[in-house]
């Protein structure tokens, strides 16, 4: 049995420059199905968004979730006056793609081929995809899976690898090689996989403001405890203190950001699936975290 604090990643959240395009791009892709949109919502006081979303500066921030094969992904849309920089590229610390596993990606790449532009990826049978609202996508030959893949500076993969693992009880599954980087895949007892690659590049992570921002959110049956565990680990860094939504069509979920010991945003979430208010009446609805174990 596990002792992780957390059981698993329960979204991978990214920050695209218009978010009804990225929604569009997802469903055209991937078939991604939209489970709620929620704003413009402002900042409740002051400097709350830099402190508990890690965002640099105010904005009004759009969020929308899809899920896209099994798997929950968030997306923001942040607009204002602030400073919102473009995050490295993937293939690059810092940067963000999504990597989908096909039995068949030749016919995956023609099909996208309509909407986006694609190439050959440097590993064998393999197809790089950037979609027109700036998302990046890996295609590559496997049993049917999407993942989230974070490109993460040389110097940080080994222990970033070790802090999945050792204090937020991901297990290794595999291994993987997308946009000229290679990595490791990781999960947890159920949820989403991630791929871990080894990237040049030593500028800093995006900001959650900055298009390309991202963070991984672990799902936690509770979050103030598992807050504690990752305190008690050291190096982690809160992002305030967590938080309960009182409104809106994710009301009852429970969160805190986190920033891990080498800098990636990442997130404690306790979202109750089955009694959120979007649920009634919606044509898309998120995984739950129990319902979605890797293979
Ligand atoms: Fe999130």
Same mark, same amino acid.
């Given at each position: 049995m596990s002792h992780a604090p957390t059981r698993g990643i329960d979204h991978f959240g990214l920050t695209v420059a218009n978010l009804d395009d990225a929604v569009r791009d997802l469903g055209d892709a991937l078939g991604a199905g939209l489970c709620y949109v929620e704003g413009p919502l402002d900042e409740p006081y002051p400097g709350w968004m830099t402190e508990k979303l890690g965002a640099r500066g105010a904005? =009004?921030?759009?969020?929308?979730a899809v899920n896209a094969r099994a798997v929950n992904l968030e997306l923001f849309e942040y607009a204002g006056d602030g400073p919102r920089r473009p995050g490295p590229l993937p293939g690059q610390a810092g940067g963000f793609a999504l990597l989908q596993r096909t039995p068949d990606p030749t016919a995956a790449a023609r099909e996208l081929a309509r909407v986006a532009a694609v190439r050959p990826a440097h590993a064998p049978g393999g197809f790089e995809v950037?979609?027109?609202?700036?998302?990046?996508?890996?295609?590559?030959? $496997?049993?049917?899976? !999407?993942?989230?893949? !974070? #490109?993460?500076?040389? *110097?940080?993969?080994?222990? #970033?690898?070790? &802090?999945? +693992?050792?204090?937020? $009880?991901?297990?290794?599954? *595999?291994?993987? @090689?997308?946009? $000229?980087?290679? %990595?490791?895949?990781l999960a947890g007892e159920c949820g989403a996989a991630v791929a871990v690659l080894d990237a040049p590049g030593a500028g800093p992570r995006p900001a959650n403001s900055d298009v390309g921002g991202h963070h991984v959110a672990f799902h936690?049956? @509770?979050?103030?405890?598992?807050?504690?565990? !990752?305190? &008690?680990?050291? *190096? #982690?860094v809160p992002l305030g203190e967590p938080e309960t939504i009182t409104d809106g069509p994710i009301a *009852?979920?429970?969160?805190?950001?986190?920033?891990?010991? =080498? %800098?990636? +945003?990442?997130?404690?979430i306790n979202l109750p699936d089955g009694t959120l208010p979007y649920e009634d009446g919606a044509a898309h609805t998120r995984t739950p975290i129990a319902r979605r174990v890797p293979a």
């Open positions: 904005f =009004t921030l759009r969020v929308a950037l979609l027109p609202s700036g998302i990046a996508l890996a295609l590559q030959p $496997g049993k049917d899976e !999407l993942l989230g893949a !974070l #490109f993460v500076h040389r *110097g940080d993969v080994a222990p #970033f690898v070790h &802090e999945l +693992q050792s204090v937020l $009880g991901l297990r290794r599954t *595999g291994g993987v @090689d997308a946009f $000229g980087a290679r %990595g490791v895949v936690a049956d @509770d979050v103030d405890a598992a807050r504690a565990a !990752l305190l &008690e680990a050291g *190096g #982690f *009852g979920d429970r969160w805190n950001y986190v920033l891990s010991p =080498t %800098g990636v +945003q990442l997130e404690l």
